[in-house]
């Protein structure tokens, strides 16, 4: 029976959860993290670049070789092997640096991709109440794509580049240091215009990065809503929001590629503008006789030859500030507060951490619990003056204190929005009290992991989702080694078992997107016994039947009779003819218990409960008390 001991508020034992953490995301060293596991693989890719742009750098000088050869009338056949030898060997290790670095690309995409999956199925549920799925979905995966190449192919052409370019400088000084002081001017002229143009990339690629994930979010919420966007007429409206994150993504993607193309002009005008300073200058001191002109060609060679890794190097650097646009995206979900304890293996850090990447198995951690009988008692339930209030709101529980003894049925009523649900939410772990607490068996469930929470508890809510997947998937959910026997007595319990029966696809059916080939009551039957496999310690019922028939209403009772013999039952109902045998009835109004007691109790002693029961024809009306506002009943 309900004790009303209301208590002063007590601290919350942990800080607020709904309080995001300030991440300070560093984008470059996040996307070198995303690279960590991967060094050795990349470092055996930039090698294998080495080795094919080595090749293009010794060709001048073999070149040179043979025109001197040529020259002096010596054997030229030696060098024009060599010569052969480096040309296919060059383009036989670019290919090979070519496969090597896309798989590693692959690789870094795949991990990135199941770090996200992996923290966005446990984020806590006041972080899902304010994102939009879509916007989450996006960066998984578009945002991972760009960040893909960036900590691969980007690195790798940058550091290969770099390398290269220094390599060709210094051979550059060896052959004429006047006319490599020449080209430098030209060079580090065009670097200083590029090192204003690279950011402007980024700041594009983040722009269109996040109305990718608007268009996620726009369209996620019109399709996931199609019967009433379509009911009310609303396909233009819908269609000119999507409309304008499209746009958004298209002028932020086309001003980077205006960024990316000026980025290319500059190192193709770079390129011949040296070219033509080192004709000039080099013309010139071959006509005065200080220089050969086979060293003049040697170096003409080498300023073309440069070509090839500025365009690495600066490729490499757009890739880069392409992929530091996205993963400041990716590095928000991971710094989001995340529920780390609904498996029973170690912490979610753990993932981004990972070696051997490899030989990440998910499933290993996400396989649910075995279905086994349960022998130990029912639990009671306690809630001991619990607080909460969602974030940016008024208080949704004001000091909310009552036992549901073991084995037995209470229910929750009250008006719309009187924090019934609320209370089932915090009773799971979904949100935390503020002060107070809840003890299932006389624990307090803020010292239990979640997942132990969630194992004890089986909840049919309020709109009965059911997932896409067949009939059978739906209903093992939770209890995946459900035999036969326990299968078709809660599909005869909550008369599922005639559905079954004409189906000719049996347990086998599939369901649809969110159980839309169901109809409500079958949806809400299939809930019920899902829950029911799952033999809980506890059953949350919300309105689990409200949508079903007078005959179906009557069997499902039964059901739930039937279960609190061996578990504890909490059900919201507003139709209270449902509940009238309850054992206990609690009366919640603005966040508060206004009453409890038997039905019998609280027609006498409540008049608000009085008038719920006179509204739905249980009692007869009060003629002699004012009738309560229209809005109060309005159920
Ligand atoms: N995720 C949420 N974020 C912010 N406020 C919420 C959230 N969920 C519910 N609320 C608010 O908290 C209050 C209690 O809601 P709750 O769903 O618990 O009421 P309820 O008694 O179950 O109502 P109903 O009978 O209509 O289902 C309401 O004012 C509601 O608007």
């Known amino acids: 029976m309900t004790t009303a001991h209301p208590m002063p508020p007590r601290e919350a034992p942990s800080p607020a959860p709904d309080e995001p953490p300030a991440p300070g995301i560093r984008p470059l060293r996040a996307l070198l993290q995303q690279a960590r596991p991967y060094r050795l693989v990349l470092l055996g890719s930039l090698l294998l670049a080495l080795a094919a742009s080595g090749c293009g750098l010794v060709q001048p000088l073999v070149a040179r070789s043979v025109l001197d050869a040529l020259a002096d009338d010596t054997a030229v056949t030696g060098a024009l092997v060599l010569l052969g030898v480096l040309v296919v060997g060059g383009a036989v290790l670019t290919g ?275 279905h086994t009988a349960r022998s130990t008692p029912a ?28 084995a037995t049925r209470t229910a929750l009523v009250g008006l719309s929005g009187a924090g019934k649900t609320t209370m089932f939410a915090l009773l799971q772990r979904f949100y935390e009290p503020r002060a107070g607490a809840i003890r299932i068996g006389g624990q307090d469930i803020a010292r239990m992991s979640r997942a132990e929470v969630r194992r004890r508890i089986a909840y049919v809510e309020q709109e009965s989702p059911v997932m896409a997947g067949t009939l059978g998937d739906n209903l093992r959910y939770a209890a995946t080694g459900a035999g036969e026997e326990d299968i078709a007595e809660v599909l005869r319990l909550t008369r599922l078992d005639s559905l079954i029966a004409r189906l000719p696809d049996g347990l086998d059916t599939e369901v649809g997107n969110r159980g839309v080939t169901l109809s409500g009551g079958e949806r809400q039957r299939l809930a019920i016994a899902r829950a029911l496999l799952r033999r809980p310690e506890v059953l949350l019922l919300d309105e689990a039947t409200a949508q079903l028939d007078a005959s179906n209403e009557q069997a499902l009772r039964e059901a739930v009779d039937q279960a609190a013999r061996r578990c504890t039952v909490i059900l919201i109902a507003h139709r209270l003819s449902t ?57």
């Open 96 to 370: 090979l640096q070519s496969w090597w670095q896309q798989r590693t690309s692959e690789q870094v995409v795949r991990s990135i991709r199941r770090d996200l999956v992996f923290r966005l199925i446990r984020l806590k549920i006041p972080e899902l109440d304010r994102r939009p799925p879509g916007d989450l979905v996006a960066r998984v995966t578009s945002d991972s794509a760009l960040v893909q190449n960036a900590a691969t192919q980007g690195l790798v052409m940058i550091t290969n580049g770099l390398l290269t370019v220094v390599g060709a400088i210094v051979l550059m000084g060896t052959v004429h240091l006047g006319l490599l002081g020449v080209t430098l001017a030209v060079l580090l002229g065009t670097g200083a215009l590029l090192g204003l143009i690279l950011p402007r990339i980024r700041e594009a690629v983040a722009r269109a990065q996040s109305s990718v994930g608007a268009i996620g979010a726009a369209l996620d919420r019109s399709l996931g809503a199609a019967r009433t966007v379509k009911a009310n007429g609303a396909e233009s409206r819908e269609t000119a929001r999507a409309e304008a994150a499209v746009e958004e993504a298209y002028q932020a993607g086309l001003t980077g590629a205006k960024y990316v193309a000026l980025v290319q002009v500059l190192s193709g005008v770079a390129i011949q503008a040296a070219f033509l300073a080192v004709l000039g200058v080099g013309g010139a001191l071959v006509a005065s006789g200080d220089l050969d002109a086979s060293q003049l060609i040697a170096f003409l060679l080498y300023v073309f030859y440069l070509a090839s890794p500025i365009a690495s190097l600066l490729g490499g650097l757009g890739m880069l500030q392409q992929g530091l646009g996205a993963i400041v995206r990716i590095e928000q979900v991971r710094h989001l507060p995340a529920e780390d304890d609904v498996d029973d293996v170690a912490d979610v850090d753990d993932m981004a951490d990972t070696d051997d990447v490899d030989d990440v198995d998910l499933t290993e951690r996400v396989a649910p619990a075995p």
């Open 379 to 406: 639990p009671p339930v306690e809630f001991d003056g619990v607080h909460f209030a969602y974030p940016g709101r008024g208080p949704a529980l004001r000091g909310i204190s009552f036992t549901v003894p073991g």
């Open 579 to 635: 509940v009238t045998d309850a054992e206990q009835i609690i009366v919640l109004e603005d966040g508060g218990i206004r009453a409890a007691g038997s039905h019998g109790d609280l027609v006498g002693a409540d008049t608000l409960y009085r008038e719920l029961a006179a509204s739905q024809m249980l009692v007869p009306a009060v003629d002699d008390r004012p009738p309560g506002p229209d809005a109060r009943l309005a159920l």
